[in-house]
């Protein structure tokens, strides 16, 4: 079994023979600058790593894993546009660098060619994976609606939450697997549970998340932490709070992040802070996370083989969750 | 077999019987609304009858009808946007009613859910089906890219326009009748036959858009003639003429399209509508429309079967090169 660096190295090997630049070039010259960005590459890993789980071999869902790589990367394009994020991955976002049209019609055709690796699986398997795709296409952008639905809300549920990013994000790492698993020719029963294993990985990848933008190492993490209090961003440390929170403290978040807030950046950010940790949300949130990590272990530990096999997913789950960035 | 019409009440009633309003409403109601608008729904109907054509019935092509309604208006959503184009039937547009991020994320949504219902084709023509749907789709927006760059482009040859036009409007006109031709088990070159015979029939379809825009009734025309001139939009007729012009009128048509005329609007239309009579533009995209016209009938009387089969095809041939709006 190939360990996820590996897998990384055997995706980008393959995506490099990729020919994405052709006529017009202006639609497909921020298809290209986008790919290249690179990133984590954990969609077509996990993707080859359940094939690989089941039938011993990566080779066939490579092009199933360039087609989830191009979906996840069509996904952060438009949301861009849509967040107006100026900065990804340290470079100009494609709506930045050309323009909004560019960034939907490219994105667009991010979308179609998505398809088009899709479809080259085996014709006896692609019903079912057109199908789990799709859906999970469809769920991905239920998710950031609600998503930006949250944002103009005072106050969101902790099931709301969750729910949501179990569709921005958890359905796509949880398809991902699957879809190798189908290729890979699991049964029925298998592919389901790596299809839980993903989701149930996916809640804690989120919420792991939302745990470095407040707590991370800043030196490791390479950015600033306290972003998502500095924009008000929901995440489940803050709705945590509010729910935890006595009336005089839940009063004092709420008004640090009304947008009329009038506080410097820093000072928002260790006041927070400081509740949050009155709160225990740290440890709170840590639990959250094992909990998921450990309904993910379980799926995987109820597939039937040998644990030996097992290898690789357990190496990602737990770099997952070490994980500093 | 069935008459446009017919067709077409089949269609929507088909598309009626569908539920897309669901939560996030949200992100739903967008495409409920784009949906209800209406239009010629020409895409399905073509679908329908190639079906019909080859198997003599309609009911297995429903769903690859709806998804191709639903990629056309996704397509409209999103151009409508990159266009700025405020109104849409009568209506407001999608991104004008509530704004761009929902404009962009319900358009991903049907684009999506297109792909949902062709995958309920059989599970036998499924690769086939999501291969040329999938082509097209690309192709499709390859043509919105060259419309968008020729509209910043001072001159653009009739070859590069006649290819955009290609790829905007007739590939998806011929994808639609060669779907429906699959579902029906067409042979292979009667497949590819009714492709072509869709690719000339969308070719003269555009044409003779760009015939009413400036030569249409205006009373049944519905709205102002003569907007493609005012807009300086990149249509054949303009294009032609700036071929057969002599250096005088070419030197004039030139002024009169440049971004910094000052002329009123309806000078313009007048003088740029004398110098088409002049060449004589409008029997000239006339021909050229009876030229993909033939060419589209020649590709249907190849098609080896009873010539009354073909009567709906041969009608809306002829009814969309009749109609004045």
Known sequence: MHGLETLRTYFNQALDQEQFLKVPEGLYEPIEYTLDLGGKRLRPALCLAACELFSGT???????????ELFHNFTLLHDDIM??????????????????????LSGDTMFAK??????????????EVHQLFTQTAIEVCEGQQFDMEFE????????????????????????SLKIGAIIGKASEEDAQRIYRFGENLGMAFQLKDDLLDAYA?????GKKTGNDIVTNKKTYLIITALEKANEQDKARLSELYSPSAKIEKD?????????FDKLQIKSITEAAIMNYQRKAIEELEAINMSGSR???????????????V
């Open 58 to 68: 990566i080779s066939n869902a490579l092009n199933a894993a360039i087609g989830l």
């Open 83 to 104: 967040d107006e994020s100026p900065i990804r991955r340290g470079k100009p976002t494609v709506y930045k660098k050309w323009d909004s049209s560019r960034a939907i």
């Open 114 to 127: 998505a398809y088009e690796y899709i479809g080259k699986v085996d014709k006896e398997k692609l019903p």
């Open 152 to 175: 103009d809300r005072p106050a969101v549920a902790k099931d709301e939450y969750l729910e949501m990013i179990r569709l921005k994000t958890a359905v796509l790492l949880a398809a």
């Open 217 to 221: 190492d800043q030196v490791k993490f």
């Open 267 to 275: 000072e928002k950010v260790s006041e927070v802070l400081a509740i």
């Open 310 to 324: 097992k290898g690789t997913l357990l190496a990602i789950t737990d770099y997952l969750n070490k994980r500093e």
